[in-house]
């Protein structure tokens, strides 16, 4: 079945340096690429997403990057700070009929900022 | 403010116990869901509905069960409890039509 592979499960950075986060999705018929933070004991919230007609998307410190014939997608985070410090999800969807989707999350990964 | 909120936030049942889990919604959405998340394993889809009486099965069905009797609501239940289903459990809702979802704040479920 379709997977979503995201490496590091771990990654600990110096505060003020960039950390990357890789996905690779298995649907080509994937279109939708968001990215959920999610803070300790808290629920995911949306930070930044992509969609399949755009190769890069920016948003003040984080951006998000798209290749389509790799199928992989990355987040990158510039300028880390302590506030940083969380779980992040990737996750690839599907239309699957007008209306109803797949969503397939990656297995998060932990980011550590070290002050 | 329209939202998302689960309830119980904590439970503690014991083996064998039926057990419901209430996510309600208040922006009329029509697509629902549930996930479990587990330490390695990220998010796992449990059950989903695209709409009233509309109810599927995800990858990690088994022992849960769901029924969507109106547009606010989708209840999981646990039929019979297992140690296996300790798990933080999140509800998660999208529009019709749109693939952007928002979660709850999630229940910690213990089964002992």
């Known amino acids: 079945g379709e997977n979503v592979e995201q490496h590091p499960s771990t990654l600990s950075v110096q505060e003020g340096d960039s950390a990357v986060i890789k996905c690779t999705y298995s649907?080509?018929?994937?279109?939708?690429f968001p990215w959920y933070k999610q803070e300790l004991g808290k629920r995911p919230q949306l930070i930044i997403d992509?969609?399949?007609?755009?190769g890069e998307k920016k948003d003040q410190r984080i951006a998000v990057t798209l290749n389509k014939t790799a199928k992989h997608f990355s987040l990158h985070i510039t300028e880390t700070q302590p506030e940083d410090s969380a779980v992040y999800f990737c996750a690839a969807t599907t239309w699957v009929t007008s209306g109803t989707y797949k969503y397939i999350f990656g297995t998060g990964t932990r980011l550590k900022v070290l002050a | 403010d329209a939202e998302i909120t689960q309830s119980p936030r904590h439970k503690i049942t014991e083996t064998g116990r039926q057990v419901t889990l209430a996510c309600h919604q208040t922006w009329n959405h029509n697509n629902m869901f549930w996930y479990r998340q587990d330490l390695g394993h990220g998010l796992r889809l449990i059950h989903y509905s695209y709409g009233v009486q509309d109810t599927n099965k995800g990858e990690v069905s088994d022992g849960y069960s769901v029924s969507r009797s109106n547009t606010e609501d989708l209840p999981l239940t646990l039929e019979s409890a297992a140690s296996s289903q300790t798990s933080v459990y999140f509800c998660?809702?999208?529009?019709?039509?749109?693939?952007?979802?928002?979660f709850g704040a999630g229940t910690r479920l213990s089964v002992l």
């Open positions: 998660a809702s999208s529009p019709g039509g749109q693939n952007i979802q928002y």
């Open positions: 649907d080509s018929a994937s279109n939708y």
């Open positions: 992509i969609r399949s007609n755009v």
